[in-house]
């Protein structure tokens, strides 16, 4: 039977992302991996779900296990209004950011549309932005042809370049999104996981009047709890609200409680200090292994937090024809040219440092350089 017929018109925008279909054909565990963008499982609070979860119940008796509020439920609004510093009108819990990023485009982009990002981008933002039919142009193309519609940046620890925006960096998406007059959207899922340096301000900050910024419980608590939320003027929440209604009525209850209890409680901040002192710890191994076993001519980027860092390669070298033998040596990666709109860059790739335990790491390091070292010598 010829299925074709039976689809929309967006289905074939719909990209499919490398990243998950290697997940799909790797036992995670048997290999190496660098790929993804998992958080280390020694990070997950596992011994304080139990009491967690008896405390909600508890607390809030049948509350948990039904319906709640399309905006998400008061305790967790309020928890994150009054960490972030603003009204809770302006929160609006999500699925996780990834739905924040898909009801953001369902809401503003139409077909033919432009959404001005950095170059490398976040496959599951283009992902969405494509299955909207947008087209995705460098923020500082002057000439769209397509009305843009909004900025979309990852101002702190960038997946996948691992870079962080400057002051002055933000301060241009800032006058070139008010010169446009379009709004900005703010994925900020790794801002509180910093390592090194100083915080800079958010963009929100800086123009909060046409910033929506994207949060995540994933990288701070864990990702199976499918947690996010929005912070934006109260005009552009109320689209969302209302789009959010069709996509799941409402963020899962029972873990909005869990959350706002770990969250309020200060349990979280603690969690958080371990996970930071975890993952430093991890940055700088995978930065003195690179140091110590990368050949000449390979350099790579110093991230102040976040989970990825970015190396290019001699130009000449292809990641992604070398991932085969990377993979059937036992370590895996992400080509860097599948974060870019137009493939290019097939030099480059990223890494996660956060995954992969300390133990593998220098084997990993080892085997990926000698897997470079070969196409070094083949191109
Ligand atoms: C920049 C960015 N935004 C959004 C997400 C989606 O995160 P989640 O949907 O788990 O909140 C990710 C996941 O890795 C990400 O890197």
Same mark, same amino acid.
């Given at each position: 039977m010829d299925y074709s017929k039976f689809f929309s018109a967006d289905v074939p925008s719909f990209l499919r992302s490398p990243v998950r279909e290697i997940f799909r054909k790797v036992d995670l565990s048997a290999i190496c991996s660098f790929a993804g963008g998992y958080p280390a499982a020694v990070t997950f609070p596992t011994d304080q779900i139990p009491s967690l979860t008896a405390k909600v119940l508890e607390k809030y008796g049948t509350k948990p296990l039904q319906y709640g509020a399309t905006q998400g439920v008061p305790e967790l609004r309020e928890v994150i209004a009054r960490r972030y510093g603003v009204p809770v009108s302006q929160v609006q819990i999500t699925t996780s950011s990834q739905q924040g990023i898909d009801v953001c485009s369902r809401v503003?982009?139409?077909? *033919?549309? !432009?959404?001005? !990002?950095?170059?490398?981008?976040?496959? *599951?933002?283009l992902q969405s932005f494509k299955a909207y039919r947008a087209e995705v142009l460098p923020i500082r193309h002057s000439e769209t042809g397509s009305p843009a519609k909004f900025i979309y940046v990852i101002p702190d620890f960038n997946n996948p370049s691992g870079k962080t925006m400057t002051l002055k960096e933000r301060e241009e998406v800032v006058r070139i !999104?008010?010169?446009?007059d379009i709004l900005i959207v703010e994925d900020s899922p790794y801002r509180e996981l910093r390592y090194s340096g100083e915080p800079v301000k958010t963009i929100r900050e800086l123009a909060p009047e046409r910033t929506l910024q994207l949060g995540s419980f994933s990288k701070i608590f864990a990702p199976g709890f499918r947690l996010g939320w929005i912070i934006g003027p109260e005009e552009l929440l109320e689209q969302i609200y209302v789009c959010k209604q069709c996509l799941d009525l409402c963020p899962p209850v029972l873990d909005q409680y869990m959350a706002a209890e770990f969250m309020g409680s200060g349990a979280l901040d603690a969690n958080l200090e371990k996970t930071i002192a975890e993952y430093r710890r991890r940055r700088d191994l995978m930065v003195s292994l690179l140091e110590k076993y990368m050949p000449a001519g390979v350099s790579w980027t110093y991230p102040e937090g976040g989970l990825f860092l970015w190396l290019t390669l001699p130009e000449g070298v292809d990641t992604v024809a070398m991932y085969d033998e990377a993979l059937s040596c036992g370590v895996a990666y992400v080509a860097g040219s599948f974060f870019y709109t137009d493939g290019s860059h097939r030099n480059t790739m990223r890494l996660n440092f956060s995954f992969v335990d300390e133990a593998k790491m220098e084997p990993g390091i080892q085997l990926l350089s000698s897997v470079i070292r070969k196409s070094l010598e083949i191109r």
């Open positions: 503003f982009l139409d077909p *033919g549309d !432009a959404v001005l !990002a950095d170059n490398p981008v976040y496959l *599951g933002a !999104a008010r010169e446009l």
